[in-house]
């Protein structure tokens, strides 16, 4: 397949800019691709599209606030766009100057904290942070909270609770897992009272999920690394919840990455904690969960393929251009999609590492 086939036309005033006053007042598009049916919801109405005994599967990481700015020692401004941090005071990263550094040059960060680039991967750096404080702490009291590139405008108080689940404990992640930002507390208690049940996995989001997909061919296209944990205790709760009749549904396109990943040979899922660089498209069969919510993904992304792999790719294209002719809110802060798979059989097509 080609990246051109997942691409679709959005007009730029429909990217959010900023989150809703509620975060359950989002709107929430249900594609039911068994019936190739579109139907328009609020996210509010989701304990009436759900069944007791269901499984919702939430990402449990925290957004860090991982982009600092700093300056050359010729004066020249640095962005710096964290990937992960590898050790203490090391991390990768993405950075933003006017000419790209040499290894073993230094940087100082806007609070005098001096950063060495100790070589280069790709669009990434190997930095060192040289101060004595953990380099978690340096974030949180310098750091700025990463929105994405397609929100254009700084990041304000307001976005270190709302560019976070209410449920983030689990600190590591430098981009929100955002089909988790419509949840709010009274949401998750009426799901709970309807019968609902809940579990976790954690996926340390990467910036490479912003990364675009450049070769055409879209197998040619090498997936970031991103840590993720899928415990024993979920696995358990996976496994008693289809003996019972119930539905696994995830709550993101990185919880299915994750039990995608942590699928053995048979099929199954199991426990499993460490790097993964799946790239699920169309000819993967997704087997690990049963439904998706999802928010609305960048033209030709990968995360678009994954949903097309899901629930077949025409099916999702015209659920994005309903979404583009009913004025939906798109991406991050954006409003949310409800899938259901075709439920169609295909060949694993998918490449982890």
């Known amino acids: 397949m080609k990246k051109s086939d997942f691409h679709y036309d959005l007009p730029v005033e429909l990217i959010a800019q900023e989150p809703l006053p509620e975060r359950s007042a989002s709107r929430l598009l249900v594609a039911d691709a068994p019936n190739s049916a579109l139907s328009d919801r609020t996210f509010n109405d989701l304990p009436q599209l759900l069944r007791p005994g269901d499984l ?45 550094p040499r290894d073993g040059s230094i940087f100082h960060l806007d609070d005098g904290t001096p950063v060495r680039v100790l070589g ?53 992640a430098v981009a929100a897992p955002t089909a988790g930002l419509h949840f709010d507390e009274v949401l998750l208690d009426a799901l709970r009272a309807r019968g609902i049940q809940f579990g976790y996995i954690t996926l340390h989001v990467g910036a490479g999920t912003f990364q675009p997909v450049r ?24 496994h008693r919840t289809r003996a019972h009749g119930g539905r696994v549904i995830a709550v993101g396109t990185t919880v299915v990455r994750a039990l995608e990943a942590a699928r053995a040979d048979h099929g199954e899922v199991e426990p499993f904690a460490g790097e993964t660089r799946i790239f699920i498209f169309p000819g993967h069969r997704i087997l690990s969960v049963d439904g998706l919510i999802t928010n609305f993904h960048l033209p030709e992304s990968t995360l678009l ?48 590492s």
């Not at 599967?57 to 925290?62: A, E, K, L, S, Y």
């Not at 700015?69 to 950075?95: N, P, W």
């Not at 929105?147 to 983030?168: K, N, S």
């Open 56 to 100: 919702l599967v939430f990402n449990d990481t925290r957004v860090l606030p991982a982009r600092l700015f700093g300056r050359k020692q010729s004066g020249g401004a640095v962005e710096i766009m964290l990937e992960r941090i590898t050790g203490t005071h090391a991390a990768i990263a993405q950075l933003g100057v006017s000419k790209k």
């Open 120 to 172: 280069r991967e790709g669009p990434f750096f190997d930095l060192r942070f040289e101060c004595v404080e953990p380099l978690e702490k340096l974030l949180l009291r310098i750091g700025h909270m990463p929105l994405p590139p397609y929100i254009a405008r700084p990041d304000e108080a307001r976005d270190g609770e709302r560019y976070q689940t209410v449920y983030a404990r689990r600190p590591g």
């Open 215 to 238: 070769s055409e061919n879209i197998e040619d296209h090498e997936m970031h690394r991103e840590w993720l944990n899928v415990g024993a205790e979920l696995v358990e709760k996976i």
């Open 305 to 352: 393929m994954l949903v097309s792999a899901f629930a077949g790719r025409e099916f999702m294209l015209s659920a994005y251009r309903h979404a583009v002719e009913r004025r939906y809110r798109f991406y991050s802060y954006g409003d949310a999609m409800l899938v259901w798979p075709d439920g169609r059989d295909s060949a694993m097509g998918n490449r982890q």
